[in-house]
Structure formats: C-alpha cells, structure tokens
C-alpha cells in the first residue's frame, strides 16, 4: 500500500509542477497576436521600410498592400542580370527572409522570422489579423 501511494505522491507531485508551467505559456503567448496594418498613411509606409531595411540590411521596396492583408511577408530576391540586362539563371540556396506583424501592448511590432530580431513601428496603427 505505501508503494502504491508513492507513485501517486510522485505522479501528483510532477502534475503540480507541469500544470503551472503551461499556464504561463499561454498567458505569455496571449499578450502578443498576429496583426495587419489599419490604414497605413504615408510616415507609417516609411517608418516601415526603414524597419525593413534595419532588419535585413539592404534596401527593400513595398507593395502598396504589405501587411494590410496578411500579418506575414517573404521578401524576393532581386533578380541578378546580365549587361544585356538578361536575367541570370543561378539557384539560390538560402531561404528568403519572412516577417511577422504582431500587435502587442506596446503598439506594432515587425519581426524577422528567422532572427527573431524585432523592430517598433510607433508610426503605425495595427488591428488584430483574423
């Protein structure tokens, strides 16, 4: 009888501890969600690029549209041309970079999916994505 009440002693004991972990995973996870931009006027379209620019490096050039249907973006690689001004074929190995818009307490964030680096955009007006 003892064994048996050990098992449950430990089994109740690893519950207890697992239990409040997962609450604060979703608690945390619940502050941040998936964002568009709500009518993006002109300063919030540039305060963007900028983002854009800081977090890859290069220039980048936007659709009219970016992050007002979508709370994600994959940039395209610029085509590489010859000086005819033909596209070079080539394959490329790496996987363009993608951003998520995310709306938290702190207004709308822009972050780079595979560096996880986040830039503010306080210029900006967000709405949760659907």
């Given at each position: 009888m003892s064994?048996?009440?050990?098992?449950?002693y430990r089994f109740g004991l690893i519950f207890m501890l697992v239990i409040p972990a997962g609450c604060q995973t979703i608690s945390a996870q619940s502050q941040t969600v998936a964002a568009l931009l709500?009518?993006?006027?002109?300063n919030c379209r540039q305060q963007l690029e900028q983002a854009l620019r800081t977090l890859t490096g290069g220039n980048v050039t936007l659709?009219?549209?970016a992050f007002t249907n979508a709370p994600t973006l994959i940039l395209e690689r610029a085509q590489i041309m010859d000086l005819n001004g033909v596209v070079r074929d080539g394959m490329l190995l790496e996987k363009?970079?993608?951003?998520?818009?995310?709306l938290s307490g702190a207004?709308?964030?822009?972050e780079n999916q595979q560096t996880g680096e986040q830039e503010k955009l306080v210029g900006c007006n967000c709405r949760p994505a659907k």
């Open positions: 064994r048996c009440f050990g098992l449950v709500d009518k993006p006027s002109v659709a009219q549209d363009p970079p993608g951003f998520r818009l995310w207004g709308c964030v822009l």
